[in-house]
Structures are given as C-alpha cells and as structure tokens.
C-alpha cells in the first residue's frame, strides 16, 4: 500500500528551525515528482517547494526561497524540508506529496500530484 507520513512538526520560536521529513513507502520515491505543500489557518493551500523525479528541477515559492531546502535521500526512500529562519506566517500543516508526471515550475502548482501524507502542523510563535 503506497503511503506517505510526515514527522517533525511542532512549536518553534521565530528565527527557529526545523527539519520535516516525509517517509515513503509501497513505492520507490526516486521516480516521482516530489513537492511540499502548506496550509495555513483560513487560507488556502499553498505550494512551497518541488523538485523533478530526476532531481534536476528545484523550486521554491517566493515567500520561503532561500529559507527552505528540500532535499531527498533515496537510500532511504525519505525527502526532506530543512527550513530557516522560521517567521509566523510560516505557521500551517505541511504536507508532501508525489506525482507521476508533476512537472516541478516556478509557480509550485498542486495540480498533477497523485498521492498526500495526512500532514504535520508547523507553529512558529513566541
């Protein structure tokens, strides 16, 4: 059964940091697109980042770019979002997700992705 689930959310201070990750299983995630997607309390959900199944195409939304990194270590068939610099209106669930034939652009779009983790809550507060 193919599955992805989220960890390492939580409270953290501004300026803080945390690592997500999202483990795969029932499926090998080096051939998906894989992105990361967030939504905040009353809004809608946003993209955040997203890279091809080959890794050579990253992107990042505007509002995290140079904060967050996503990364993917295929050994063990998990992906990452190391995020900086923490703000409050990085407050939202994140969640990760894989595609097929998603094509990673600059607009971090959800459309084309095929399979969501439930999610992991991120509050950045003081």
């Known amino acids: 059964q193919l599955q992805l689930v989220e960890s390492g959310g939580g409270l953290v201070q501004p300026g803080g940091s945390l690592r997500l990750s999202c483990a795969a299983s029932?499926?090998?995630?080096?051939?998906?697109?894989i992105g990361w997607f967030r939504q905040a309390p009353g809004k809608e959900r946003e993209g955040v980042s997203c890279?091809?199944?080959?890794?050579?195409?990253?992107k990042y939304a505007d509002s995290v770019k140079g904060r967050f990194t996503i990364s993917r270590d295929n050994a063990k068939n998990m992906v990452y979002l190391h995020m900086n610099s923490l703000i409050p209106e990085d407050t939202a669930i994140y969640y990760c997700a894989v595609g097929t034939y998603y094509y990673c652009s600059v607009y971090v779009s959800d459309r084309g992705m095929d399979y969501w983790g439930k999610g992991t809550l991120v509050t950045v507060s003081s």
């Open positions: 029932g499926f090998t995630l080096a051939h998906y697109a």
């Open positions: 890279f091809s199944s080959s890794g050579g195409n990253t």
